[in-house]
């Protein structure tokens, strides 16, 4: 149980294009999805915590015009890279909070998407 | 002052012996919670452990277990009988206050973990 998966794994793309990652619970209901960005060998830096049905919650210094979060379900929430810039390029990866746990502050992690700006 | 502090720049261990991977944090929260993830090179994270600070006993969870000291405010991982497959990046993780609808996780920097044939 308790899986995430998100899609693509990996994107390279021009300069100036949008690169949309979606992030789906398979076996559960979220709520609550987070978005977080990890460099090489470094960190989860949490990005942006996204809540179904309303406006996500950016952290400081995330630019919310340039990562647009859309939880539009209580399975899919959406982030999307816009304009996206060599310096956006990282690892991207999405977990989803399982309320029904034993431990209901468990974040179920996504395999992550690697984005590649050229 | 870092939340969650893991020192250990990279440890290797034994197949089959057992390992511990250090983790301290800070909080003035009596309500928290505490998790460890293990990140293979594929870039998955994936949950192995969680404590919650009123828990009475260590959590155990399989080859996993949790030596959680809270007058010192240290939460190690220990693996036993470690196999190669648990060579990867293990992080630490704090939730601060009640479990609530947007509660955070502060994770700490990480430790690569080489189990050695």
């Known amino acids: 149980g308790a899986v995430v998966s998100q899609h693509p794994s990996w994107v390279i793309c021009k300069s100036g294009t949008s690169v949309k990652i979606e992030c789906r619970s398979l076996d559960f209901q979220a709520t609550t999805m987070f978005w977080y960005r990890q460099f090489p060998k470094q960190s989860l830096m949490l990005m942006a915590t996204s809540n179904e049905g309303s406006k996500a919650t950016y952290e400081q210094g995330v630019e919310k015009d340039k990562f647009l979060i859309n939880h539009a379900s209580l399975t899919l929430s959406t982030l999307t890279v816009t304009s996206a810039h060599p310096e956006d390029s990282s690892f991207y990866i999405c977990?989803?909070?399982?309320?029904?746990?034993?431990?209901?502050?468990?974040?179920?992690f996504g395999p992550g998407t690697r984005l590649t700006v050229l | 002052a870092q939340k969650i502090t893991q020192t250990q720049p990279g440890m290797f261990v034994q197949e089959k012996e057992a390992v511990t991977l250090d983790c301290t944090y800070d909080?003035?929260?009596?309500?928290?919670?505490l998790f460890w993830y293990k990140q293979p090179s594929s870039g998955e994270m994936i949950f192995l452990i969680y404590q919650g600070s009123y828990d009475q006993q260590n959590a155990t969870e399989g080859r996993y277990s949790l030596n959680f000291q809270k007058a010192r405010k240290s939460a190690n991982l220990v693996i036993s009988a470690s196999q190669l497959g648990d060579s990867a990046m293990y992080f630490c993780a704090m939730r601060e206050g009640i479990t609530g609808a947007n509660s955070k996780l502060t994770f700490g920097k990480g430790i690569t973990l080489s189990v050695r044939p």
């Open positions: 909080t003035s929260d009596p309500s928290y919670g």
């Open positions: 977990s989803a909070r399982d309320e029904s746990g034993k431990a209901p502050d468990t974040q179920y």
